[in-house]
């Protein structure tokens, strides 16, 4: 198993420019979430899904999107990036059976925005 | 949306020596997670307590649940050089009512730095 995939692992934007970060999981889990890590603080929770078809927001939405069309794929629309978007993007899955599982993190997307 | 509390935010021990971080709250959590992160890596769970109380120990690492749900600690014995990172303190999110989804709420962590 791959587990949790990212992909780029970094990426500079132009100020407006817009840009979608790929994540994928094989391990057939229901639930993903997408977090953002700013230098120094801790995670905070953008858009989870708890399975195809169904989204919702977290703690900081705006400026994102988020689609689930299948169980594997759950990429991360930024649509015209701006400077305070800098930060590292972790995707994360969970099988979704209770609240209290293991989340598994991808390794991170960096993203600078000037 | 909930707070959790991380002290100390910064930490830097001699290899050997003994260590405790904290997490604390005014909300009570259902659960509690501790993660480790490695520079250029997503975080890592190392443990979850569920029961007010609760006491668990992975090796060189005890991890405590306290009685009302409200905080948490790390501690550490005899750190070595491996132990450092960035440890991550997270709670179930329960601020929209009803079915957390395993949302979490994250603490602003603690960068656990350990010289030889």
């Known amino acids: 198993n791959a587990g949790v995939t990212q992909t780029p692992k970094f990426r500079i934007l132009k100020i407006g420019q817009s840009m979608t970060l790929q994540c994928a999981q094989d391990m057939n889990h229901n639930y993903m979430y997408w977090y953002r890590q700013d230098p120094g603080m801790g995670l905070k929770l953008i858009y989870y899904?708890?399975?195809?078809?169904?989204?919702d927001k977290g703690e900081v939405p705006n400026g994102y999107n988020v689609s689930r069309s299948t169980t594997e794929d759950f990429p991360l629309r930024l649509e015209l990036a701006a400077p305070s978007q800098t930060s590292v993007y972790f995707c994360?899955?969970?099988?979704?059976?209770?609240?209290?599982?293991?989340?598994?993190f991808g390794p991170g997307t960096r993203l600078l925005v000037l | 949306t909930q707070l959790l509390e991380q002290s100390p935010q910064f930490l830097s021990i001699q290899e050997g020596e003994n260590l405790t971080v904290y997490c604390n709250s005014s909300?009570?959590?259902?659960?509690l997670q501790w993660y480790r992160q490695e520079p250029g890596e997503g975080p890592v769970l190392l443990v979850t307590?569920?029961?007010?109380?609760e006491v668990k120990k992975l090796k060189r690492l005890t991890f405590q649940f306290g009685d009302a749900r409200k905080d948490s600690s790390l501690h550490i014995t005899a750190a070595q050089t491996g132990d450092t990172g960035l440890y991550l303190c997270?709670?179930?999110?329960?601020?929209?009512?009803?079915?957390?989804?395993?949302?979490?709420?994250f603490g602003q962590g603690t960068i656990l730095t350990v010289h030889p």
């Open positions: 997270a709670g179930e999110d329960y601020s929209a009512g009803g079915t957390s989804y395993g949302k979490l709420t």
């Open positions: 994360a899955s969970s099988y979704g059976t209770s609240g209290w599982e293991t989340q598994y």
């Open positions: 899904s708890v399975g195809a078809g169904i989204t």
């Open positions: 307590v569920v029961t007010g109380g």
């Open positions: 909300s009570v959590f259902s659960s």
